[in-house]
């Protein structure tokens, strides 16, 4: 999620139409339209595994945006009823739009032609929330306010600066996986699947994970100056252990979050009281010394994840009984717990 560069960009957007040819509302339909489609956000309160399951779908498909777009000219029709209800729609739907574009610039996965295909898209330019991009929008932002005769001039600055910035970035990343590519064939077997990433307010610094063919995941930081490539870890994924297949039947958790993070792994913590498996994906993890664990000195250290080499953001899983039997689903988010029913809310997508 992203709010202030959605509706920033969504705002851009609107600033790009003929001012005088805009009904009422129009202006405000497109920027809410911007931050529609999060409206799962609000999944977040059920379960973090239900809103990462549905947040690449649905409302961030093109098949699900003509309906976020009347919804959203639905709401803002209600206080601009002399407006059209299709022009509200329509600039509703460019400020949809806007959003789908801005997170598959900005690395996140999306199932864009869902339910025709499952395929997931991404063109990862930017960070999610990147201050480079959000620095840009902002820009464009003021000079609205500065120049507000002339908003197609302000939103073409922008434009053209967040191009500008998406050429640097580019080509920093096109050296950064030269590097990547050089260290990775370096170290051995070829890499099976391989996922890139901005790191968060860098304009020259790219991440990549990659899964081996028998399961190890590895995580890199390459530069797009600099030659050279490190690799920062490299995890077991345990995924045919046999705690780890019990707990994909016994946790909707488990079962919500694998599927559709494909450098998923699990990890298993016994204790007196029973044992914990909890899954996370390589990609929200780093080492200690890179820094320090969410996870310390918060409550509920009874059911927190495996002491093991990686601390990550976001674990996904379930605590057993001392009798092996599923007693809850639990979900880390940093040092915030959500726990429920071991089958409750699982998702069969």
Known sequence: MDPVSH?????MVAALRPARALPRGVVAATVLGGLAPDVDAALMAVGWDVYLRWHELGTHSLAGSPLVALLTAGV???WAPQASLGALAFGAWLGVLSHVFFDVYSGAGIRLLWPLSERVMTAPVVAMADPLAIAVLVVGAVALWVWPRVPRTAATLVLVLLALLSGVKLVTRARATAAYE???ASAGPAPT???VEAVWGSWRAWSFVDRLADGTLRAWQADGVVPGARLRFSQ?????APFARA????FATARNFVPVHPFAFATVRDDDAGHVVFWSDA??????????????DVPHQDVRPARGPLRCALWFGGSYDAQGRPYEALIWLGGHLQRRSPQRW????
Do not use: N
């Open 283 to 296: 990609r929200f993890c780093w080492t200690p010394s890179e820094q320090a664990d969410a996870q310390d």
């Open 193 to 195: 699947r391989v996922a």
């Open 247 to 250: 707990s994909l039947a016994d």
């Open 76 to 78: 803002v029709r209600t």
């Open 236 to 240: 077991p994924p345990a995924t045919d």
């Open 7 to 11: 509706l920033l960009l969504a705002r």
């Open 346 to 349: 699982g998702i069969g997508l």
């Open 182 to 184: 050089a260290a990775a």
